[in-house]
């Protein structure tokens, strides 16, 4: 199994819909960091948060750590919003000598159609 | 300020060559971390640079080696090419976080697209 799932893995929406993207971890994390990814491979980095909820645009990202789940939400989605979205948590093991580092989930393929 | 920079954008290599893959790290950060993303796939963990030294490592062959400058920049050795080793190899780069159970945000580079025949 995975450390990290999300889901769906594909997304079709209509313009203007609102749309939601889940995170599931299955050990304790410090942070989860959400990532846009464009066709052509660049990572642009759209929240990073270890607790609560964050808003930026028509971007919000929440975390629930005693349920091990994350969600990225976009309010009236459009086209241009149309990317992979991955959601990578960083994972510390207590007691241990290594430094966190992190994991990523597969991927949700977005696509908004006008 | 540039961000995260990668050489080259594309390499096409054949099975059994050997491939540098370069990375500068944005400004003030010190920490470079190398990821395989295959096809289809999220990010791997291939190994972390700190102060010059390999400070972890992922589940990866020993043919995946890697080396970080004075100046932060990294290197990503890939000897005896495979074709499981096409993919888009991502640099991220940090700045070292204090203690081990901290993250610091990671920034990552455009990729290089690496095509093994």
């Known amino acids: 199994k995975n450390e990290v799932e999300q889901s769906p893995q594909n997304l079709t929406a209509q313009e203007g819909e609102f749309i939601t993207i889940n995170c599931s971890y299955s050990v304790g994390i410090s942070a989860l960091h959400w990532l846009q990814q464009h066709p052509g491979g660049g990572i642009v980095s759209l929240f990073m948060l270890s607790s609560g909820k964050k808003k930026h645009g028509r971007l919000i990202a929440t975390i629930n750590i005693q349920e091990k789940h994350g969600s990225l939400h976009i309010t009236a989605s459009h086209p241009r919003d149309s990317a992979v979205y991955i959601c990578?948590?960083?994972?510390?093991?207590?007691?241990?000598?290594?430094?966190?580092?992190?994991?990523f989930g597969q991927g949700t393929i977005l696509t908004v159609h006008p | 300020d540039a961000g995260v920079t990668q050489s080259p954008t594309h390499l096409i290599k054949t099975r059994g060559q050997q491939v540098t893959l370069r990375c500068s790290p944005k400004?003030?950060?010190?920490?470079v971390s190398w990821y395989q993303q295959a096809l289809g796939q999220g990010p791997q963990f291939i190994f972390q640079?700190?102060?010059?030294?390999?400070?972890q490592r992922g589940n990866f062959p020993d043919r995946f080696s890697g080396h970080q400058f004075p100046n932060y920049s990294s290197e990503l050795n890939v000897n005896a090419l495979l074709l499981g080793d096409s993919a888009l190899y991502l640099c991220a780069s940090s700045l070292s976080a204090s203690d081990a159970r901290y993250y610091n945000e990671q920034f990552f580079g455009p990729g290089t697209r690496l095509t093994v025949l």
């Open positions: 990578a948590v960083f994972l510390y093991l207590a007691g241990g000598t290594s430094y966190g580092k992190l994991t």
């Open positions: 400004s003030g950060h010190d920490t």
């Open positions: 640079y700190y102060e010059e030294e390999e400070r």
